[in-house]
């Protein structure tokens, strides 16, 4: 997170991908846009747990080192309270992408121009 606040202090937009399994992560990601001025929109990405574990088994040099262990443990956490909105995300990237993208202009976060890249491996 200290990143981020860096970047946001640069005047650069910032995108947090992380598991922020925890309403006290959640809250430590809203806080750095807080204290930097800047506006805070959480999306949260679910999918059905087969689909969670097939996507992570099928990765092959990943950044990621979740494997089917992880995902299971994942699953299995008290998320607390959730403030962010939750994005169906079992479709393909394109369809998840919309979603967000949709979300986003809902909230007037996101220029209707604004260029938007899916990462190959969503």
Same mark, same amino acid.
């Given at each position: 997170l200290a990143r981020a606040g860096a970047a946001l202090a640069a005047g650069h937009a910032v995108i947090l991908d992380a598991v922020f399994a925890t309403t *006290? $992560?959640? @809250?430590a990601a $809203?806080?750095? /846009?807080? @204290? +930097? =001025?800047? *506006?805070?929109? =959480?999306l949260w990405l679910a999918a059905d747990p087969g689909i969670l574990m097939a996507r992570v088994a099928r990765r092959r040099n990943d950044a990621s080192d979740a494997d089917v262990a992880v995902v299971e443990r994942q699953l299995s956490y008290d998320l607390g309270a959730m403030t962010w909105q939750r994005l169906e995300a079992g479709s393909g990237a394109a369809d998840v992408l919309g979603r967000a993208r949709a979300a986003l202009n809902?909230?007037? /976060?996101? *220029? #209707? $121009? *604004? #260029? +938007? +890249?899916?990462? #190959?491996?969503?």
């Open positions: *006290a $992560e959640r @809250q $809203e806080d750095i /846009a807080r @204290q +930097m =001025g800047v *506006a805070f929109h =959480g809902a909230k007037g /976060a996101l *220029a #209707p $121009e *604004a #260029p +938007m +890249m899916p990462s #190959p491996a969503v």
